[in-house]
């Protein structure tokens, strides 16, 4: 440290450094009054939304680590941007460790300060209910065994968490390790708890036979010492690091009843009577018996909020049928590669990401898509591994294998999403920081105060051993990171994959939602709205001449031309020309057909006055209008739109009923926005607005103390889904790993935005209640205990269920229904899924 320290700093006048750790205003001033403080700095200024500094230099030779020392003691961690590399320039790398030994919130705390203390980590996330860490750093200054290091010094176990291997076998070999954990805790828990009762019976029974004590000491040494050893082994580790746990509170508590109550058996058997002897084995036993059955209960509920992503991990088949050869060989999946052709019969899951090749069927995508209905699949289409085909046999061309499947995305990003933080849990972790210690110095003022008033220091253990176990920070800790995992895990299930907890708050947060027009509020291509026959031609003559000639055109408009005769065209075409942005002519059955702009007709001597009242009204109506000459006579004309999905109109409804502010944003003319914005119900649009400049509309709407939701197709609105406070990406069931999207909805469905709202309302209620009853629990019964009324026993009954209670009222959330849209005569209407259910309107899949 010192080398560096006294090598000058050649860089700028002006460096930006990143800062970690910050949660509120407050924070932003003591990092700027650090940063002000070294000598030669001249201006410091910081932003919390981004979390950098930037720094103005009196001078060029202050030694960076001076800074980062600086903003290190302040309690933040510092690393240098702009002046070097930026992080997103340099080779960065995530690794994922797997934590054993944490029990609480403080253990997450110090297990990120071990990892963000190794030089060159940049961010590092723990998950106290996933047991994982997620931890971003420069390959180049950090190793892994370094990280691996600063864990184990800080008294905990790590391991990496393998990525080369399939998904699977890593959920498998957790599932294993946790059905292993449940079983030695079960075992411990039945041990325990048949010597604790013994030994409370004996107490209440017989409390003042001489040789009561020792039998009360065999039944409780092995309780204590055994069956307690978890509590006293991971305390004493901490204990050497500095540190305190709730294994801490536990041990001391515990301990303190055994080693009073192991002193006033040793004084029985030397002054051979026993009057007057207290004995507190019962506390001993029944609160680590109590304590081991919590940590059950608590294990095999942890267990189930990672459900979802076991059942998504389930779909994936084991193993592949292949043509290798010129014969079919079944092999392990992973053994599939890129270019091989993979058999799918009915019934089968479809094992990779692949295009059908050979035969038709129809496939079932809920799983991707969160839609019920089977997709038809014939030669060309894309399907992907995991969905279930489920009638015809086909042959695939594998596109995407192993970790580049659509399912692993999928999970992966859940993943991401489970094991990262969200802002609430900073006041979990400033709490944590200092709980441990606060709570024995509550115990110690206990003891003494009561050793004060009764002058027998005897009548302080129990409120003391009261207030250390009732006082276990386990469910502050669990009560995020729980509600999150099932959160996020229950979105991945209905089509909705959030990225990062963080997201969930800005949603609820939510004042603007800005949707884009082309491909979000509308269906992204335009289709026929209108056929206006003249000169005594019929509609479906007009459409039939129109297709025939279209037919030979690439032109969007052509496609949709074609695509609305709805069957083959069956005519046969001659002469075809093509006049770039104006139109085409071709002889077809011997007829002249021109098709295209009224410019294009007029050019070729058509008269198109007959139609020009009628096409200004569609055209005012934001309709493209193509004309249709038959023989040098006007025959009609073809309107085409973009229309506006069918879910449209009733989801800017239900998003106004919410009380947000709805703007359409679009590149197209003011008179076709206004079209579109008015059929949907949208008041306030801006139009005629270039990929480039939505950015600006954006952050225009944040400045003016808006928090705003960006929708967009997550390619062309890129830049704006990235600048909004969330950007929600459309995507079309393939699109799962957008990069710039905050959430991305799976399916090109708006109804998937409200259910985004929904969820992300949902989840932080239950967050808020779980953090709620937390404090709550520890705010009350500290003072209970304090005050002599709580007995130690209770404390750990209360204090094991505490953590259930969080962790299963976080679980309720795997029960979360949205509410749904049914289109009804046009109409779109809100139903809850439940009502149509009971309707018979729909069925529910599980």
Known sequence: ?????????????????????????????????????????????????????VVQLARPDIALDELLAAVERAGYHASPLGSEPPVSEVSEATVEFGIEGMTCASCVRRVERALLAVPGVHKAMVNLASERALVRFDPTR????????????AGYRAAVVPTEIPLEEVSDEAEQRRARELARLRRDVSLAWALAVPVVTVSMLMPSFPWVGLLLLALTVPVWGYFGRRFHLTALRSLRHGQFTMDTLVSLGTSAAFFSSLASTMQVLLTDHGHGAHYYYDVATVVIAAILLGRYLEARARGQTSAAVRRLLGLQPKTARVRRGGIEVEIPVREVRPGDLVIVRPGERIPVDGIMVEGTSTVDESMLTGESLPVEKQPGDRVWGGTLNATGSFVLQATAVGHATVLAQIVRLVQEAQGSKAPIQSLVDRVASVFVQGVILVALLTFGAWWLATGDPLHGLLPAVAVLVIACPCAMGLATPTAVMVGTGRGAELGVLLKRADVLERIERLTTVILDKTGTVTVGAPSVTDIVPLSGWGSVDVLRFAAAVES????????????????????????????????VSALVDGRTILVGTARFLRERGVAVTPGEEEAAALEAAGKTVVFVAIDGRLAGLIALADRPRPEAATVVRALRERGLRVVLLTGDNARTARAIAREVGIDEMRAEILPDQKVAVVQEFREAGQVVAMVGDGINDAPALAQADVGIAMGSGTDVALEAGDVVLVRPDLRGLL????????????????????????????????????????????????????????????????????????????????????????????
């Open 1 to 53: 440290m010192s080398e560096r320290t006294e090598r000058p700093m050649e860089r700028p006048t002006t460096i930006r450094l990143a800062i970690q750790g910050m949660t509120c205003a407050s924070c932003v001033r003591r990092v700027e009054r650090a940063i002000t403080a070294v000598p030669g700095v001249a201006e410091a200024s910081v932003n919390l939304a981004t979390e950098e500094a």
């Open 142 to 153: 950090a190793s892994i065994d370094q990280m691996l290091r600063a864990v184990e010094e």
């Open 552 to 583: 030979r055109s690439e032109h969007p408009l052509a496609r949709a031309i074609v695509h609305a005769l709805e069957g083959a065209v069956g005519i046969a075409v001659e002469q075809f020309e093509a006049v770039p942005g104006q139109g």
């Open 755 to 846: 259910v985004t709202l929904e969820l992300a309302r949902r989840t932080m209620a239950t967050i808020r209640w779980n953090l709620f009853w937390a404090f709550a629990y520890n705010t009350i019964l500290i003072p209970v205990a304090a005050a002599g009324f709580l007995n130690p026993m209770l404390a750990g009954l209360a204090m094991a269920l505490s953590s259930v209670f969080v962790v299963t009222n976080s679980l309720r959330l795997r029960r979360f229904i949205p509410r749904t849209i049914t289109m009804d005569g046009g109409a779109g209407v809100a139903t809850p899924v439940k009502e149509l259910v009971a309707a018979g309107r729909c069925e529910l899949r599980r």
